[in-house]
């Protein structure tokens, strides 16, 4: 019987023993730094949440940038036209580096890789009739759009006397505008005709007719469209218009639901650190030395908007993409996978379609002492610093200020005073749609 109550003893203090050292690793869990990986979901699940107005779920296509980028395009277009046409891979983050392809070029690549053979004989000789026919539209379309603008300015001038409705005044005073829809709407029913002899069936034609459309507009309308654009939003600022935007993270904050995106297919190479500083495009980890239980964030812009978009009609036709989407294809090599696969090697999973801009955003961070003062002491150094998708300069167009709060934390807040906004985020559709 003693013996068996020393045996007790012992498994008493080995058991105690345990407990105690499981307490201390989950003391010291809760006290470790916050990682990169998990600011970055953590940043994910609250953005999701706020663009899907409390419905995550509803952003499930939404990528993240893993890095600052400027919307400078209000001045020069073609940036805006490269962000959207290199096309998005399949994944939680918009790459942006040499391993994107050209939306332009896959899209094209996917048409000419369908079999539109049709079985009539003279199917040759109907494709030759129907490009021609497709030229003559286009130069239909032209002359129709300056017949209407010369009809347009004779209608403002003759209105002035009389007051009269834009259709009464065509109807008697601009007859070559009604002879061009004449024949337009002609041409058209012909297009119809004859791309079903050229094609075998209206299923053929269509995508004859976006081969035709995408060849003709090849160089000068490869473009994506903005439906709310990027001035109207700086307008709104610059008038006071402002529609705020705030994200809080702290270590009571959940993770997203695809919480091993960035580790299966995320950034391809590794995770950047939430937290950077450098000169130009060389940075270096800023390290945190802050426990994750003291550790908060907010960040926040004086205001953000949505702006839409969508690839111009004149040569991209999602309903080619939905019908031909499992072929058939000339090569046998190619199927459905090699577009439209949910994964990294397919070239056509998604299509962009709305791009979130912030204007002057901000950061609040509660930091230990030691933080806050290698923080505030980069700004000597005019240097630029990096927090997840943001980017703050050191010098005359970003403000900080640091305060002590209790318990020997500080609040450090950085905030950008720059006029140009910054893309936080590419929302997408999965294609084919």
């Not at 130069?139 to 209105?159: F, Q």
């Not at 702290?250 to 960035?262: C, H, I, L, Y």
């Not at 005019?382 to 709060?405: A, R």
Request: glycine content about 4%; aromatic content about 12%.
């Amino acid at each position: 019987r003693q013996e068996k109550k020393k045996k007790m003893k012992i498994l008493a203090v080995i058991t105690f023993l345990i407990i105690g050292m499981l307490a201390i690793n989950m003391v010291e869990a809760k006290s470790a730094e916050i990682d990169s990986a998990t600011l970055w979901d953590r940043y994910r699940n609250e953005l999701m949440t706020f663009l899907g107005r409390g419905k995550p779920s509803s952003m499930k296509t939404i990528q993240l940038l893993p890095q600052a980028v400027p919307a400078e395009w209000d001045s020069d277009e073609s940036i805006f036209q490269h962000f959207c046409l290199n096309a998005p891979k399949w994944g939680s983050v918009w790459e942006f580096q040499s391993g994107r392809v050209n939306f332009f070029e896959q899209y094209s690549r996917f048409l000419y890789s369908l079999h539109r053979d049709s079985n009539d004989n003279n199917a040759a000789k109907y494709r030759r009739q129907l490009d021609d026919l497709y030229e003559k539209e286009f130069d239909l379309l032209d002359s129709l759009e300056r017949e209407e603008i010369a009809c347009e300015e004779k209608y403002n001038t003759y209105n002035k006397a009389l007051s009269v409705s834009f259709n009464q005044f065509k109807n008697t005073h601009c007859f070559e505008v009604l002879d061009l829809e004449a024949d337009l709407k002609h041409l058209k029913a012909r297009l119809v005709v004859l791309g079903r002899r050229a094609y075998g069936g209206q299923k053929q034609f269509a995508a004859g007719r976006a081969v035709a459309h995408m060849v003709e507009n090849r160089v000068n309308e490869k473009k994506f469209i903005e439906l709310t654009p990027l001035t109207d939003f700086i307008e709104a600022n610059k008038k006071g218009q402002f529609n705020s935007f705030k994200l809080d993270i702290d270590e009571n904050t959940s993770s997203s639901s695809q919480k091993s995106s960035f580790k299966s297919f995320g950034f391809s190479i590794g995770i950047p650190s939430f937290f950077s500083i450098g000169v130009g495009s060389s940075k270096s980890k800023f390290k945190m030395n802050t426990s994750e239980q003291k550790f908060k964030m907010s960040i926040g812009a004086k205001s953000w908007t949505a702006i839409k978009v969508i690839p111009d009609p004149r040569w991209f036709s999602g309903e080619v993409l939905r019908e031909w989407a499992n072929g058939p294809f000339n090569d046998p090599k190619i199927t459905k996978n090699t577009f439209f696969a949910k994964n990294e090697k397919s070239t056509l999973p998604l299509m962009p379609k709305t791009i979130y801009v912030v204007y002057k955003p901000s950061v609040e961070l509660t930091l230990s002492k030691d933080d806050a003062e290698r923080l505030e002491s980069k700004k000597s150094f005019g240097l630029k610093l990096s927090i997840g998708p943001l980017s703050f300069n050191y010098d005359k167009k970003t403000s900080t200020q640091k305060s002590e709060q209790k318990d020997g934390l500080y609040r450090f807040i950085i905030e950008s005073k720059s006029d140009t906004p910054q893309v936080i985020a590419v929302d997408n559709v999965e294609l084919p749609f």
